[in-house]
């Protein structure tokens, strides 16, 4: 069964600081999607960045960053001169590409802080 | 675009009675999701659908019903309510079209349910 892994409960940044957020994932599927969410407080979940496996190219969406690792199945989040509104919790997904019955399985998440 | 809507986005519940929370979504998604949220945690999903009349259960599914008898509503039940369901519940929808052409999922804002 494919799994998520997010090692870091909890992470604070200095703001205008550089912050990594990791996660791995365990599949045995070859083409698949990986992606993080950030939940601010308001509770939305919004969508920040989305990787597609058989890209080789890191993806990346302004401050934000991945490096994605296929070999290693780690997936992290490189968040750029870190801003007061990033303070959010911040989940990494995965959902396989082609598959009748997928679904999309989340980590537990890590709670990030930006210090003033 | 009104995207994925939930409803309510609160409510309180006395022990053993019964909700039906609401989700609609008009991107003619064929996946939709329930997910709980529980305090500080991340996603656990409850049922999930690949297209109308279709369900399935996730890895909490005791205490809660689904149907899925249009591509735009999936409701979630809950009979006798219990305090063990007191949580943050999150509908998603995503489409599925084949290899390459998956989409992440799309959140509703969430019904915070507590259980009395």
């Known amino acids: 069964a494919q799994t998520v892994t997010q090692s870091q409960p909890e992470m604070s940044v200095q703001e205008a600081e550089t912050v990594t957020l990791s996660c791995t994932y365990d599949?045995?599927?070859?083409?698949?999607?990986l992606f993080w969410y950030k939940q601010p407080p308001s509770r939305q979940m919004i969508l920040v960045i989305r990787q597609e496996a058989y890209k080789q190219q890191n993806a990346t969406e302004n401050r934000f960053s991945v490096n994605f690792q296929k070999a290693a199945k780690s997936f992290s989040l490189k968040i750029s001169d870190s801003q007061l509104g990033d303070a959010a919790m911040y989940f990494c997904?995965?959902?396989?590409?082609?598959?009748?019955?997928?679904?999309?399985?989340f980590g537990k998440g890590t709670r990030l802080h930006i210090l003033p | 675009n009104a995207g994925v809507t939930q409803t309510p986005k609160f409510r309180i519940l006395k022990i053993g009675q019964s909700m039906t929370l609401q989700c609609t979504q008009d991107?003619?998604?064929?996946?939709m999701y329930w997910y709980r949220q529980d305090p500080g945690m991340g996603l656990k999903l409850i049922y999930y659908?690949?297209?109308?009349?279709?369900?399935d259960k996730g890895e909490v599914p005791n205490g809660y019903n689904v149907s899925r008898s249009t591509t735009e509503d999936f409701p979630l039940r809950l009979e006798l309510a219990a305090p063990s369901q007191t949580s943050v519940y999150f509908c998603a929808s995503s489409y599925s079209g084949g290899q390459s052409m998956n989409t992440e999922a799309f959140f509703g804002q969430g019904t915070r349910l507590t259980v009395v």
């Open positions: 659908s690949v297209g109308a009349g279709i369900t």
């Open positions: 991107m003619n998604h064929n996946y």
């Open positions: 599949t045995s599927e070859s083409d698949y999607y």
């Open positions: 997904a995965y959902r396989v590409a082609w598959d009748r019955d997928d679904k999309i399985i």
